[in-house]
């Protein structure tokens, strides 16, 4: 069965901090990757997505992730990281989404809790 | 942009009380997914329609059922709902248009008394 593992379940930086978040996933086969971000009291959106190409992927806020099909990882970093990035964020695999028939589903990973302190 | 409005922010129901959780897109998305979201469970999902009135079973369907009667909507009921069914509530939907993300909505915080 597919899984999705977020090393880090909370992770404490302080302002200025390089942020890197662990994703590992198992399927081997076409996956579409995504990193997904809530903010306090917001809805969960998107902060990055892989489907093919070049496997450093930017995303918002100046975020990017980089998939390594070898090591089945997605890890989402950051180099300067604000207070303003204290969220939720969460780590999602799906197996050749666009092409799965009915099974659009995304495996979700358990999340990690960042806190910035500033 | 693409709006998910889930009809209540909060709910206290009452344990045994039979309930209605809303959810509305206005993309004219296929897919329509229903998760609960737990502290240190990640989000699980609980059904999904990919299309009027055709669902699939999630990972933890039990004790839930849905309802997709128009397109825009896709609605979540608890049939008798209990207290191990507090949790947040989290609608999504996405279309088939290539490299779109899936959409969430605020989220219901329902608690079950």
């Known amino acids: 069965a597919q899984s999705v593992s977020q090393h880090n379940h909370h992770v404490i930086l302080s302002e200025a901090a390089s942020l890197e978040l662990g994703c590992n996933y198992s399927?081997?086969?076409?996956?579409?990757l995504f990193w997904y971000v809530q903010y306090p009291g917001q809805h969960l959106q998107l902060l990055l997505k892989?489907?093919?190409?070049d496997p450093l992927v930017k995303g918002i806020k100046g975020f990017e992730a980089e998939f390594i099909k070898s090591k089945f990882s997605f890890n989402l970093r950051k180099p300067s990281v604000q207070w303003s990035d204290t969220a939720e964020y969460f780590c999602a695999v799906s197996a050749d989404f666009y092409n799965a028939g009915n099974n659009r589903k995304l495996i979700w990973g358990l999340g990690t809790s960042l806190a910035v302190n500033p | 942009d693409v709006k998910v409005t889930q009809s209540s922010r909060y709910l206290v129901k009452r344990t045994g009380e039979k309930v209605f959780l809303e959810c509305v897109q206005d993309m004219d998305h296929e897919n329509m997914f229903w998760y609960r979201q737990d502290p240190g469970l990640g989000l699980r999902l609980i059904y999904f329609?990919?299309?009027?009135?055709?669902?699939e079973k999630g990972d933890i369907p039990e004790g839930y059922s849905v309802s997709r009667e128009k397109k825009e909507r896709f609605s979540l009921i608890l049939e008798s709902a209990s207290t191990n069914q507090t949790s947040m509530y989290l609608c999504a939907s996405i279309g088939y248009i290539h490299n779109s993300p899936l959409h969430f909505g605020n989220g219901t915080r329902l608690t079950v008394t």
């Open positions: 329609s990919y299309d009027v009135k055709m669902k």
């Open positions: 892989y489907f093919s190409g």
């Open positions: 399927y081997g086969g076409t996956v579409n």
